[in-house]
């Protein structure tokens, strides 16, 4: 619509309006009206009879228009002399004017007409959005998981006349409406496409549960419970993905402190095969003539041993201590990001397992210092009890 067709609407909507016939007639009584003015603009919007569209009758000024398209050029003022012409402008355009023209009589309804047309296009846009087809006849259809089957749900997008008048338009209704439609609008992201499916599952269960067959209007006048339905659903998905993104951390540093574990014990077997070695040492020496340098040597590497494989353990376990440390802060930690009874038992069982393994871990550490700090002492008493023997038997 063109800025001088704008200015003729608003111009003619001060006036009375009536229709008679084909023709759109508005009464003026204004004593300052200029019809030079009138006649100017009207011609200005495209109508090919302004000179005769003015009349005076006493101190009534009556401006006359047809309404057809033929009158008017290329242009479409937006004038419907009844109801019925505005709903068919609607369905044909899949539209609501922005600005239009009806006589005084139908104007209450018109406006009806026009809001609840719009409020049934955002209906119409969140089910063809959330609808898994839409078909060549207007249908939209959802599939959906039933049982051990794929269930089907049709839902038709045509409004009848009758059906413009069922909408029950509030402030309350609309901004609810507006907000399920923004949550199509928003910018893709990680969770779009589980937003959508929980509006289609809130879409699928009202559907169910509709028994009138008026589904588009139904979901308009129930637009404030499917929001906060859809609200209560998607919390419960938000706090779904945080506790599997919580589980999923858990398991992670699960298997991180786990590896930190085995390291541990493997260097802790690594410094234990020293022992072994140092009793193939011992009996080495005892199948030789038996020399108080060679024991005094033996010996002293036997207490390095000793020594080393100790001195190692003691850091091993320092670094168990702080790992414990780590286990149980870390945990607790996961324990208070959700009090879930599945992250808190998800963290309390790992934690119990690796302080567990922490814990078997420290004992086997103290057998090895025990067997290893037991070798020199059991060398020395082999040694002088061999040595004994052996000055004894030479007297």
Same mark, same amino acid.
């Given at each position: 619509?063109?800025?001088?067709?704008?200015?003729?609407?608003?111009?003619?909507?001060?006036?009375?309006?009536?229709?008679?016939?084909?023709?759109?007639? /508005?009464?003026?009584?204004?004593?300052?009206?200029?019809?030079? $003015? %009138?006649?100017?603009?009207? *011609? *200005?919007?495209?109508?090919?009879? *302004?000179?005769?569209?003015?009349?005076?009758?006493?101190?009534? !000024?009556?401006?006359?228009?047809l309404i057809e398209l033929s009158a008017w050029g290329d242009n479409d003022p937006k004038i419907f002399l009844n109801i019925s012409d505005l709903w068919g402008y609607c369905k044909a355009t899949n539209e609501v004017p922005d600005l239009y023209l009806v006589p005084d009589d139908i104007l209450e309804e018109s406006e009806k007409l026009c809001v609840s047309y719009s409020s049934y296009l955002k209906v119409k846009k969140i089910i063809n959005e959330a609808s898994d087809y839409v078909t060549e006849t207007g249908s939209a259809l959802f599939f959906y998981n039933s049982k051990d089957s794929i269930a089907r749900e049709e839902v038709s997008?045509?409004?009848?006349?009758?059906?413009?008048?069922?909408?029950?338009? #509030? &402030? &309350?209704? &609309? %901004?609810?409406?507006?907000?399920?439609?923004?949550?199509?609008?928003?910018?893709?992201?990680?969770? #779009?496409h589980e937003r959508n499916n929980v509006l289609k599952n809130v879409i699928i269960e009202f559907i169910d549960a509709n028994d009138s067959g008026n589904v588009i209007p139904n979901m308009y006048n129930s637009a404030e419970s499917l929001l906060k339905k859809y609200k209560e659903q998607y919390k419960? $998905?938000?706090?779904?993905? *945080?506790?599997?993104?919580?589980?999923?951390d858990i398991s992670e540093k699960n298997l991180e402190y786990?590896?930190? !574990?085995? &390291?541990?014990? #493997?260097?802790?077997?690594?410094?234990?095969?020293?022992?072994?070695?140092?009793?193939? /040492?011992?009996?080495?020496?005892?199948?030789?003539?038996?020399?108080?340098?060679? /024991?005094?040597?033996?010996?002293?590497?036997?207490?390095?041993?000793?020594?080393?494989?100790?001195?190692?353990?003691? !850091? $091993?376990?320092?670094? $168990? !201590?702080q790992l414990r440390k780590q286990v149980i802060y870390t945990f607790d930690r996961f324990k208070d990001l959700d009090s879930s009874t599945e992250v808190f038992s998800h963290a309390e069982s790992s934690k119990k397992v690796l302080l567990d393994r922490i814990d078997k871990a420290?004992?086997?550490?103290?057998?090895?210092?025990?067997?290893?700090?037991?070798?020199?002492?059991?060398?020395?008493?082999?040694?002088?009890?061999?040595f004994i023997v052996a000055i004894y038997s030479n007297v």
């Open positions: 619509m063109s800025d001088v067709e704008k200015t003729l609407l608003s111009y003619l909507k001060q006036f009375s309006i009536t229709a008679d016939d084909d023709l759109l007639v /508005a009464k003026v009584t204004d004593a300052s009206f200029n019809s030079n $003015y %009138a006649e100017s603009l009207i *011609s *200005s919007a495209g109508y090919k009879h *302004s000179k005769s569209a003015i009349s005076r009758e006493g101190d009534v !000024v009556y401006i006359k228009l997008l045509t409004l009848s006349f009758d059906d413009i008048f069922l909408f029950e338009i #509030s &402030e &309350e209704k &609309e %901004a609810a409406i507006g907000s399920l439609v923004r949550f199509f609008e928003i910018d893709e992201d990680a969770h #779009s419960v $998905y938000v706090d779904r993905f *945080s506790v599997n993104k919580i589980i999923s786990s590896s930190k !574990v085995n &390291e541990f014990i #493997s260097s802790g077997q690594t410094k234990a095969f020293a022992i072994p070695g140092a009793i193939i /040492a011992i009996g080495t020496i005892v199948r030789v003539q038996p020399s108080y340098l060679g /024991a005094i040597l033996v010996f002293v590497g036997l207490c390095l041993v000793n020594y080393f494989v100790t001195s190692a353990n003691k !850091v $091993y376990l320092e670094s $168990y !201590v420290e004992e086997r550490l103290e057998d090895i210092d025990f067997y290893s700090s037991l070798v020199p002492w059991l060398g020395g008493v082999y040694f002088i009890g061999n």
